[in-house]
């Protein structure tokens, strides 16, 4: 009996290995599954109708059981200073966001890995919202592969909605289709994992990966960051940056620090000296990131630029090399904490794809 189309498996999200599983199943050639990742990886097709070196009955038997599964967003916003966040519909009425960050000379996706997120930090969007479940394989390399930018991108970071490691399987996965020949042949170098510390997945990242690691401190007393961060009450920051002070980020690979300033409670002096005691080593290179403020969390501000500025030299004069993160789309609610999977409310003027391209439009 044909399976219905929207319970057929997608394909887009399997390493080789489990390719290969499909072909098997099928009967198909051990050759037919190198094929397919180049199809997918490489060439970003989304039907079995434009895989021309696969036969005919090859790809009528791939469509009963299976879909490519790559899908376009559902909506997009631009911002003034020409970050783009998309919208994807991952079911059960559920989306998540990604951000597109142009540069000069790089182009960086900012990708989500869950539903929601289970860290439920005070400051953050996501944590408010609750978890819904993790993404899957297919539904974090489709942000990758169905961005209108997919193939100028330069970098991607795992800093969008969710906790990357609380999800380890999945993004694991991810890394490897980016990373091997088969997929899409980046160097790790071009890859970023966030996390705010869980500790015992962190050690699996680091040790089976080559890619940067980004740490969400944001602060380093430990009451101050278990009244934000409940993960602290079971991973001490001190304790995960103790164990990264084990592994090599003086070469290639590097290692640094996301810090969120809130004003009069962790940007002075003192918050400065607890974060540079908890650092590996002179390697780590420390960002600092301006709050965007979020409905119900009262208790905290913006740092001023005056403090930020204070901040950073006090650090840098101690031979810690620390920067001020520029924000961006701030005013689409695409920068740091903001990511929640909506969309801009109605009336408003947004960006959205028509056509395979982002056009503005009046909801």
Known sequence: MEIKRNQRKPLAGMTLSEL?????????????????????????????????????????????????????PVDAQKSEDGTVKYLFDVGDGKAIESVYIPEEDRATLCISSQKGCRMNCYFCMTGRQGFH??????????????????ESLTNVVFMGMGEPLDNLDEVMKVIEILTEPWGLAWSPKRITVSTVGKKPELKTLVEKTSVHIAVSV???????????????????IKDVMEMLSHYDFAHQRRLSVEYIMWNWFNDDIKHAEALREILPDEHVRVNLIRYHMIPDAPKLRTSSDERMA???????????????RRSRGEDISAACGMLAGKVKEPGKTREKQVDGKVQRVKK
């Open 20 to 72: 290969r599983e499909v072909t098997a199943h099928l009967g198909m050639p051990k050759f037919a599954a190198t094929q397919l990742a180049q199809w997918i990886y490489g060439k970003r097709v989304t039907t079995f109708d434009e895989m021309l070196n696969i036969s005919k009955a090859n790809r009528d038997l791939l469509a009963t059981e299976y879909v490519v599964g790559l899908k376009q």
């Open 133 to 150: 479940g993790n993404l899957t394989a297919n539904e974090i390399i489709n942000q990758v592969l169905s961005v209108p930018d997919s």
């Open 218 to 236: 944001h602060d380093a007393v430990h009451e101050e960051r278990q009244s934000l961060m409940p993960l602290e009450k079971i991973y001490q």
């Open 310 to 324: 204070y901040f950073r030299d006090y650090l840098n004069g101690k031979g810690v090399t620390c920067t001020i």
